[in-house]
């Protein structure tokens, strides 16, 4: 094949998916910057041009600082808690344990449901009195309380919620990397007398960063991504305890309809989503330098 | 990383005693640890189908004599238009998943193996869909969705999501691992790239289709926010949004009803994991690991 017959197959092979790569991703990206600089058209009122309005607007709004900082909290909440129970899950169904592949299908089984099928059998566990939680609490004689209704408890319950979808996911990466470890280091460590908490600490750990650092990046992105569950089990209340920042962009666009203070928010969203993007870039080239 | 993909067909199987031998036994106070877990994560599962299984009396009285009844489904299924959300979204998902397999494999293609100006450029450039996935740009692409006029139709909810960068990532991985002999071999027989890509590359990248189909599948099929704003008719949406549509219209619809109606949104996903566990663990694992 010619250079320029090569060149040309490669841009004809490519064309499909980079249109609608560029008019769903790239465009959108772009469009959303512009737009925040924009007031929303109403009516017959065109958009005019604003200028940082909108982000000033935004810096004085205390319901996203409140959205942000949920959101930093419920990340800090869930990711460390389901990578951790992710690691043990996978360390248990990986070893010799009774019932092995049962637990292995009640761990991963969250996964496969919808958000939205989880979070409506979580609001049935929460529900104040009757729920499954509330029962079973009496019999300890806890007094009755309504975990999403009352501020304190609603967030932490909603990332209950989220750690028992994702930690099966999760296990899964571990489960993969467990099984392309060598034998034989277990070998020379049990050999050596080394301690198992030992052996994990010095080998297995180590062996499993670049594992690990995956599964950090794909929970960091569904802690901004993911809020079906917000949308039926609180709708970002009681008071904002549980809105998330992109629960608040859906909230601002499509049912206050103000589509460029929306766009104002997403570009926050964006830029977060984009120093993950530029984390997980610097780590992937160490990794390639490693091996 | 090429490793872990020859393993990875292994892990489930029961039968790779020799390695498990060195690991250790785990002690009694481990195993139970992990059981109680397992009880933990599949008890609210096991009530929501105690709940669906039973009349709203015995929603929370656990008592084994308690008459089991199929009323919950039969009353759910026909208060709200279930066959029809059921339609959309297996047509939702097809459509997805068709227009990703073709658009995928010919840009892994040329990405694996046509040299052109730009390609790391161009590569760079899908890798960004990989963190800023349609999922945050709603406010723009229901923007572009009124533009092209596509607003409340099926094709609006799939479109943003058929290019997908994790597909074209995935499936170049794959193509690079071919045997350049083999791909030489068939030019010299005369295949054009095309035929050499649907003759030589597209089978023995079976496993990676069937791990990408399922991850995709079960994706599309739980899809919420999206479908949730740009829909809004019967016609078009699919069933998680009508399930939504139905459990938040305050008619006293009773709870029973409404675990129900999420048993039943998920039933064949979730009935067809039960049945292929295996594939789907794999096709998990496969497709995390890049």
Same mark, same amino acid.
């Given at each position: 094949?010619?250079?320029?017959?090569?060149?040309?197959?490669?841009? /004809?092979?490519?064309?499909?998916? =980079?249109?609608?790569?560029?008019?769903?991703?790239?465009?959108?990206?772009?469009?959303?910057?512009?737009?925040?600089?924009?007031?929303?058209?109403?009516?017959?009122?065109?958009?005019?041009? *604003?200028?940082?309005?909108?982000?000033?607007?935004?810096?004085?709004?205390p319901i996203?600082?409140q959205a942000?900082s949920n959101?930093?909290w419920?990340?800090?909440?869930?990711?460390?808690?389901?990578?951790?129970?992710?690691?043990?899950?996978?360390?248990? *169904?990986?070893?010799?344990?009774?019932?092995?592949?049962?637990?292995?299908?009640?761990?991963?089984?969250?996964?496969?449901?919808?958000?939205?099928?989880?979070?409506?059998?979580? /609001?049935?566990?929460?529900?104040?009195?009757?729920?499954?939680?509330?029962?079973?609490?009496?019999?300890?004689?806890?007094?009755?309380h309504n975990w999403l209704g009352s501020q304190s408890t609603a967030l932490p319950a909603m990332m209950?919620?989220? *750690?028992?979808?994702?930690?099966?996911?999760?296990?899964?990466?571990?489960?993969?990397?467990?099984?392309?470890?060598?034998?034989?280091?277990?070998?020379?460590?049990?050999?050596?007398?080394?301690?198992?908490?030992?052996?994990?600490?010095?080998?297995?750990?180590?062996?499993?960063?670049?594992?690990?650092?995956?599964?950090?990046?794909?929970?960091?992105?569904?802690?901004?991504?993911?809020?079906?569950?917000? *949308?039926? =089990?609180t709708r970002g209340g009681p008071d904002n305890a549980t809105a998330? $920042?992109?629960?608040?962009?859906?909230?601002?666009?499509?049912?206050?309809?103000?589509?460029?203070?929306?766009?104002? /928010?997403?570009?926050? /969203? $964006?830029?977060?989503?984009?120093?993950?993007?530029?984390?997980?870039?610097?780590? $992937?080239?160490?990794?390639?330098?490693?091996? | 990383?090429?490793?872990?993909?020859? &393993?990875?067909? @292994?892990?489930?199987?029961?039968?790779?005693?020799?390695?498990?031998?060195?690991?250790?036994?785990?002690?009694?106070?481990?195993?139970?640890?992990?059981?109680?877990?397992?009880?933990?994560?599949?008890?609210?599962? #096991?009530?929501?189908?105690?709940?669906?299984?039973?009349?709203?009396?015995?929603?929370?009285?656990?008592?084994?004599?308690?008459?089991?009844?199929?009323?919950?489904?039969?009353?759910?299924?026909?208060?709200?238009?279930?066959?029809?959300?059921?339609?959309?979204?297996?047509?939702?998902?097809?459509?997805?998943?068709?227009?990703?397999?073709?658009?995928?494999?010919?840009?892994?293609?040329?990405?694996?193996?046509?040299?052109?100006?730009?390609?790391?450029?161009?590569?760079?450039?899908?890798?960004?869909?990989?963190?800023?996935?349609?999922?945050?740009?709603?406010?723009?692409?229901?923007? @572009?969705?009124?533009?092209?006029?596509?607003? &409340?139709?099926?094709?609006? %909810?799939?479109?943003?999501?058929?290019?997908?960068?994790?597909?074209?990532?995935?499936?170049?991985?794959?193509?690079?691992?071919?045997?350049?002999?083999?791909?030489?071999?068939?030019? %010299?027989?005369?295949?054009?790239?095309?035929?050499?890509?649907?003759? #030589?590359?597209?089978?023995?990248?079976?496993?990676?289709?069937?791990?990408?189909?399922?991850?995709?599948?079960?994706?599309?099929?739980?899809?919420?926010?999206?479908?949730?704003?740009?829909?809004?008719?019967?016609?078009?949406?699919?069933?998680?949004?009508?399930?939504?549509?139905?459990?938040? @219209?305050?008619?006293?619809?009773?709870?029973?009803?409404?675990?129900?109606?999420?048993?039943?949104?998920?039933?064949?996903?979730?009935?067809?994991?039960?049945?292929?566990?295996?594939?789907?663990?794999?096709?998990?694992?496969?497709?995390?690991?890049?």
């Open positions: 094949m010619t250079r320029t017959k090569e060149w040309l197959y490669g841009w /004809l092979l490519l064309l499909p998916a =980079m249109a609608l790569l560029v008019l769903f991703t790239h465009y959108p990206a772009v469009a959303n910057l512009w737009h925040s600089f924009y007031s929303t058209p109403r009516g017959s009122r065109q958009a005019v041009f *604003v200028g940082v309005d909108h982000y000033r607007q935004l810096a004085d709004d996203f600082w942000l959101n930093l419920y990340a800090l909440g869930t990711i460390p808690l389901s990578i951790a129970l992710a690691l043990m899950m996978a360390a248990w *169904v990986n070893g010799r344990i009774a019932g092995r592949s049962v637990l292995r299908l009640a761990y991963f089984t969250p996964t496969i449901l919808p958000m939205i099928a989880v979070a409506n059998i979580w /609001l049935f566990f929460y529900t104040p009195e009757y729920g499954l939680l509330e029962q079973f609490l009496r019999l300890f004689g806890v007094p009755t209950v919620v989220a *750690v028992w979808k994702e930690a099966g996911f999760f296990m899964i990466f571990y489960l993969a990397a467990f099984q392309s470890m060598s034998p034989h280091l277990a070998e020379a460590a049990a050999i050596e007398g080394a301690s198992r908490w030992y052996f994990f600490r010095r080998v297995t750990f180590p062996l499993l960063m670049p594992t690990t650092l995956f599964v950090l990046v794909n929970a960091v992105i569904n802690a901004f991504r993911l809020v079906d569950h917000v *949308v039926v =089990m998330l $920042l992109l629960y608040y962009i859906y909230e601002i666009g499509f049912r206050f309809w103000d589509s460029a203070y929306a766009a104002a /928010l997403t570009m926050v /969203l $964006l830029v977060l989503l984009g120093a993950a993007a530029l984390a997980q870039f610097l780590f $992937l080239e160490r990794r390639t330098h490693y091996q | 990383m090429s490793s872990i993909l020859v &393993d990875a067909p @292994t892990v489930l199987r029961g039968d790779i005693a020799s390695r498990q031998s060195t690991r250790g036994s785990i002690n009694v106070i481990e195993t139970a640890a992990a059981w109680l877990l397992g009880i933990l994560w599949v008890l609210p599962l #096991v009530y929501a189908l105690w709940k669906a299984f039973h009349a709203p009396e015995y929603s929370t009285r656990f008592v084994l004599s308690a008459p089991w009844t199929l009323a919950n489904f039969i009353n759910a299924w026909h208060a709200a238009p279930f066959a029809r959300y059921f339609l959309n979204t297996v047509m939702l998902v097809t459509m997805v998943l068709i227009a990703q397999l073709v658009l995928v494999t010919l840009a892994a293609y040329a990405f694996a193996r046509f040299r052109f100006p730009g390609r790391g450029l161009l590569f760079a450039l899908v890798l960004v869909q990989l963190m800023i996935m349609p999922d945050v740009l709603i406010v723009e692409n229901y923007r @572009t969705m009124t533009l092209l006029g596509l607003k &409340d139709t099926i094709l609006a %909810i799939g479109l943003p999501y058929m290019a997908s960068a994790f597909g074209i990532f995935l499936l170049r991985q794959t193509f690079k691992t071919v045997p350049r002999e083999l791909d030489e071999a068939a030019r %010299i027989e005369g295949c054009s790239p095309l035929q050499t890509l649907w003759k #030589v590359y597209v089978p023995l990248a079976r496993p990676t289709y069937l791990a990408y189909a399922l991850v995709s599948v079960s994706y599309h099929w739980n899809n919420f926010l999206w479908p949730l704003i740009i829909t809004n008719s019967v016609e078009a949406r699919p069933v998680t949004v009508g399930l939504q549509v139905f459990s938040a @219209t305050d008619q006293g619809i009773d709870w029973s009803i409404i675990t129900a109606a999420t048993l039943l949104s998920t039933g064949p996903l979730l009935i067809a994991f039960l049945l292929f566990q295996r594939q789907f663990v794999q096709s998990f694992m496969r497709a995390g690991i890049r």
